[in-house]
T-cell receptor, first 116, second 112 residues
Framework: AQSVAQPEDQVNVAEGNPLTVKCTYSVSGNPYLFWYVQYPNRGLQFLLKYITGDNLVKGSYGFEAEFNKSQTSFHLKKPSALVSDSALYFCAVKFHSGAGSYQLTFGKGTKLSVIP | KAGVTQTPRYLIKTRGQQVTLSCSPISGHRSVSWYQQTPGQGLQFLFEYFSETQRNKGNFPGRFSGRQFSNSRSEMNVSTLELGDSALYLC???????????FGPGTRLTVT
């Protein structure tokens, strides 16, 4: 079965320090991987995606993620955290579900708190 | 380009009633997906429509249904509402299979 795991419910980091939000996946075939962020009472905003090519993907707001096929991971990173980065982060994998259809499956989410 | 819009933003309904939520995708996007978000279950896929056809369906009871119109606008309907249907319902649109999904702000449904 296709699945995404975010092992940490919450990550706390001091402002200015690097941050990492972890994501591992289980999917047959080549995955399409995504990161989204959700601010309180808002919809999800797209941050970045990996489809193919360079394993290091750069996205919005200074975020990047590294695709590691051997470890089936797609961790989200940022060199220097801002208080405004505090939000709920979702990792997602898109897989082929048959008949030309693709389904997006989300992890449970990781709450990131950046402490001033 | 205007983003994905959802109406209404908030709804309060009583058990047993039915509700219809609306979603207008980004112009040119033909794929529309619906998700239910709850604190306990997280984000769960409801269904996806493409060119007025349901292409994929999640594991939800038949009380949850949807449709897509020729202009790609989509509606989802929940009949015989239950307390457990209280959730944030999110709609997302995309260009194609490799594209990212763009989400609307959601409709917050409260069932009392």
């Amino acid at each position: 079965a296709q699945s995404v795991a975010q092992p940490e419910d919450q990550v706390n980091v001091a402002e200015g320090n690097p941050l990492t939000v972890k994501c591992t996946y289980s999917v047959s075939g080549n995955p399409y991987l995504f990161w989204y962020v959700q601010y309180p009472n808002r919809g999800l905003q797209f941050l970045l995606k990996y489809i193919t090519g360079d394993n290091l993907v750069k996205g919005s707001y200074g975020f990047e993620a590294e695709f590691n096929k051997s470890q089936t991971s797609f961790h989200l990173k940022k060199p220097s955290a801002l208080v405004s980065d505090s939000a709920l982060y979702f990792c997602a994998v898109k897989f082929h579900s048959g008949a030309g259809s693709y389904q997006l499956t989300f992890g449970k989410g990781t709450k990131l708190s950046v402490i001033p | 380009k205007a983003g994905v819009t959802q109406t209404p933003r908030y709804l309060i309904k009583t058990r047993g009633q039915q509700v219809t939520l609306s979603c207008s995708p980004i112009s040119g996007h033909r794929s529309v997906s619906w998700y239910q978000q709850t604190p306990g279950q997280g984000l769960q896929f409801l269904f996806e429509y493409f060119s007025e056809t349901q292409r994929n369906k999640g594991n939800f009871p038949g009380r949850f249904s949807g449709r897509q119109f020729s202009n790609s606008r989509s509606e989802m309907n929940v009949s015989t509402l239950e307390l457990g249907d209280s959730a944030l319902y999110l709609c997302a649109s995309s260009l194609g299979e490799r594209g990212e999904q763009y989400f609307g702000p959601g409709t917050r449904l409260t069932v009392t």
